[in-house]
């Protein structure tokens, strides 16, 4: 069982940054690859970025790249997501999400979410 809190979300004003933070309650968060996703008002939940369990492998969406890091902390069980140069159109609540196989789509385990509002 993985329990994964997200933190950090809040309100910035376009042009603004935020980092993200989750962390993981499992015995071996190295193991794991974690993932980021977002879903805005009525449009459906989507992929942001996937970060490898050692860290080396990363991906991200086309819309955020450039604009997103993705990181971990392995010693601290903790993944962050330091989000820059925010446009209106990245408000969404933003997920952390857990699987034990690296990929930017399917993960077994979530988080509640926390919302990030990118006023204009």
């Known amino acids: 069982q993985v329990q994964l809190v997200e933190s950090g979300g809040g309100l910035v004003q376009a042009g603004g940054s935020l980092r993200l933070s989750c962390a993981a309650s499992v015995r071996t968060f190295s193991s794991w690859t974690m993932g980021w996703f977002r879903q805005a008002p009525g449009k459906a939940r989507e992929f942001v970025a996937a970060i490898s369990g050692s860290g080396t492998t990363t991906h991200y969406a086309d819309s955020v790249k450039g604009r997103f890091t993705t990181s971990r902390d392995n010693a601290k069980s903790t993944v962050y997501l330091q989000m820059n140069s925010l446009k209106p159109e990245d408000t969404a609540v933003y997920y952390c999400?857990?699987?034990?196989?690296?990929?930017?789509?399917?993960?077994?385990?979530w988080g509640q979410g926390t919302q990030v509002t990118v006023s204009s």
């Open positions: 999400a857990a699987d034990n196989m690296y990929s930017t789509n399917k993960y077994e385990y």
